[in-house]
Nanobody, 125 residues
Framework: VQLQASGGGLVQAGDLLRLSCAAS????????MGWFRQTPGKEREFVAA????????NYGDSVKGRFTISRDNDKNMVYLQMNNLKPEDTAVYYC???????????????????WGQGTLVTVSS
């Protein structure tokens, strides 16, 4: 499975941004897909994840109510809509996928098997 993230950029506080992750490879139907972020010197932080159907999602506490994860299974895409961005949202954002959890939407990074390259989001105050 290959994951390709895109959509990062420089925005101002209060702006919105949508990240995209293109997935390719086998058995995508079974995957939980999600987003993590990381800033230098800090541990990777769970942002959001969801099941293929979209019926089960999970969000990090710091983004709940502002960010929304969605999937387009026909296009093998997962998106992260980020609204009301804050300077503390500045990070490199990574998309990830896993089939290890049998559909459980895990917040634990080591339970994700596949990772895309990061896309940088910078929010200025």
């Amino acid at each position: 499975v290959q994951l390709q993230a895109s959509g990062g950029g420089l925005v101002q506080a209060g702006d919105l941004l949508r990240l995209s992750c293109a997935a390719s490879g086998p058995t995508l139907n079974l995957y939980v897909m999600g987003w993590f972020r990381q800033t230098p010197g800090k541990e990777r932080e769970f942002v959001a994840a969801g099941t293929r159907s979209g019926g089960n999602t999970n969000y990090g506490d710091s983004v709940k109510g502002r960010f929304t994860i969605s999937r387009d299974n026909d296009k093998n895409m997962v998106y992260l809509q980020m609204n009301n961005l804050k300077p503390e949202d500045t990070a490199v954002y990574y998309c990830a996928a896993t089939n290890r959890t049998l559909g459980y939407v895990t917040r634990v990074d080591y339970e994700y098997e596949y990772w895309g390259q990061g896309t940088l989001v910078t929010v200025s105050s």
